[in-house]
């Protein structure tokens, strides 16, 4: 079935670790995204990438990296977790332009503790 | 900047009520206008899209939304709610700016349904 994939669904994380979060899509999507959702705030983007190989800082970028060596997978780092980093984070890929729907995979739920 | 603005965090409704919910949203071009629906634990599912034409559009499960320029709204509808509405309501914008596919959500709006 055609979608995006996000693993893992959720982790509790010791703060301090590192932590990445994984995200494939076999849409062939040019341009994928990570968001946050946290309470009264609604989805606020991390990063972005509009192609493979290149990635871009979103409205909340501190304490995230990403790359993009591939078309299908776009991987979130948290270097050194904090306790403001517990969240929802949802992945989503659209194709290029910007009337077009984007898809979202099922979220992964990130306690640091 | 673009912006959007959903001006109702909560709204309770009941069974086999009309539902409208608002979006109020700021960019200098013709929008690419979106209402996403999320069930709890679930990701978010696209329930329609209003790009040009008709400033009318269906959706899925019902639903329907208007485009206002004049008023920058894009209002979600639904004539008679069902239980299984209840989820919370994203109204997004899509824009390219700066060589990038920018996709902005309002807050939400977490809409309850009593039997």
């Known amino acids: 079935i055609a979608g995006i994939t996000q693993a893992p669904t959720s982790q509790i994380l010791a703060a301090g670790r590192r932590m990445t979060l994984r995200c494939t899509q076999d849409?062939?999507?040019?341009?994928m995204y990570w968001y946050r959702q946290d309470l009264g705030l609604g989805l606020r983007l991390i990063h972005y990438?509009?192609?493979?190989?290149?990635?871009g800082k979103g409205e909340v970028p501190d304490g995230y990296s990403v790359s993009r060596a591939n078309t299908d997978d776009f991987p979130l780092t948290l270097a050194s977790a904090v306790p403001s980093q517990t969240s929802v984070y949802f992945c989503?890929?659209?194709?290029?332009?910007?009337?077009?729907?984007?898809?979202f995979g099922q979220g992964t739920r990130l306690t640091v503790v | 900047a673009q912006s959007v603005t959903q001006p109702d965090i909560h709204i309770t409704v009941s069974e086999g009520a009309s539902l409208e919910l608002r979006c109020n949203y700021s960019?200098?071009?013709?929008?690419?206008l979106f209402w996403y629906v999320q069930s709890p634990g679930q990701g978010l599912q696209l329930l329609l899209k209003?790009?040009?034409?008709?400033?009318l559009v269906q959706g899925i499960k019902g639903f329907e939304a208007e485009f206002k320029r004049s008023q920058s709204s894009f209002n979600l509808r639904k004539p008679s709610v069902h239980w299984s509405d209840a989820a919370e309501y994203f109204c997004?914008?899509?824009?390219?700016?700066?060589?990038?596919?920018?996709?902005?959500f309002g807050a939400g709006t977490r809409l309850a349904v009593h039997p």
């Open positions: 989503a890929s659209r194709a290029q332009g910007g009337n077009t729907e984007a898809f």
């Open positions: 849409m062939r999507h040019n341009a």
């Open positions: 990438s509009n192609t493979a190989g290149t990635t």
């Open positions: 960019y200098g071009a013709t929008p690419y």
């Open positions: 209003y790009f040009s034409g008709d400033t």
């Open positions: 997004a914008v899509g824009a390219v700016s700066g060589g990038y596919n920018k996709l902005i």
